[in-house]
C-alpha cells in the first residue's frame, strides 16, 4: 500500500465511521426548550439525522443544519440535542432562555440519551439513523464539505436524491512520489 493510499484511508476512517456492528437507538424522550416533551419513536416513519452538541460544540452544530437541510430536505426528521448535562441547575434557566424557541431544540439534562453514543467533548456528533433506530453513519465535528460528502455516503441512494459534492483530494507530497 503506497504513501497515498494509506493517508486516504486514515483520513477516511478519522473522519467519518460506519457502524457496521448493528447499534440500534431506543426510543426516547426529552423535552424541549420550549418544555414540550418530544417522544422520538423507532420504528419511524422517515429516516433521522441526530445531531447532538454540547455548550462547547453548539457552534459546530449550527454549521451543520444548512448543509444537511439543503441536501436532505425533507427526506428525513432532524433531531438536535443539546447535552447540558455539564452545565450546573442553576445555570440552566439561563442556557434554556438563550436558545432560540424555534426550531425544538430536545435538553438532554442529565446526559443520559446524548451519552449513549459517546460524543467527544469538543466536537458535535452528527449521527444517520435509518427508520428502524439503526446508527448507520457518524460524523464528529465541524462541518465540511468533505464530512458531509462521508455522511451522505452512508445513506442509501434509492431513497435519497443528493447532489455530489466534490470530495478534496489529497495530493502526495512525499518525496517518493516526486520520481
Not at 426529552?30 to 429516516?47: V, Y
Request: glycine fraction near 6%; charge should be positive.
Amino acid at each position: 500500500m503506497g504513501y497515498k493510499s494509506l493517508c486516504s484511508m486514515v483520513l477516511v476512517m478519522a473522519l467519518a465511521t460506519p457502524c457496521s456492528a448493528q447499534v440500534t437507538i431506543n426510543s426516547f424522550v426529552l423535552t424541549d426548550q420550549n418544555d414540550i416533551r418530544h417522544n422520538i419513536e423507532f420504528p419511524a416513519s422517515k429516516n433521522r439525522i441526530i445531531v447532538v452538541a454540547n455548550s462547547s460544540t453548539a457552534s459546530q452544530a449550527k454549521r451543520w443544519g444548512g448543509p444537511l437541510r439543503k441536501e436532505l430536505g425533507n427526506q428525513v426528521g432532524y433531531v438536535a440535542i443539546a447535552a447540558i448535562g455539564d452545565i450546573p441547575k442553576w445555570q440552566r434557566g439561563f442556557v434554556k432562555a438563550m436558545i432560540p424557541a424555534s426550531p425544538p431544540r430536545l435538553l438532554d439534562l442529565d446526559n443520559k440519551v446524548s451519552n449513549l453514543w459517546h460524543p467527544k467533548s469538543d466536537q458535535c456528533l452528527v449521527l444517520w439513523v435509518d427508520k428502524d433506530g439503526a446508527i448507520k453513519g457518524r460524523v464528529d465535528g465541524d462541518y465540511t464539505p468533505f464530512k458531509l460528502n462521508q455522511l451522505l455516503g452512508f445513506i442509501p441512494t434509492p431513497d435519497f436524491q443528493i447532489s455530489a459534492i466534490p470530495t478534496p483530494t489529497i495530493t502526495d507530497s512525499s518525496p517518493e512520489s516526486q520520481q
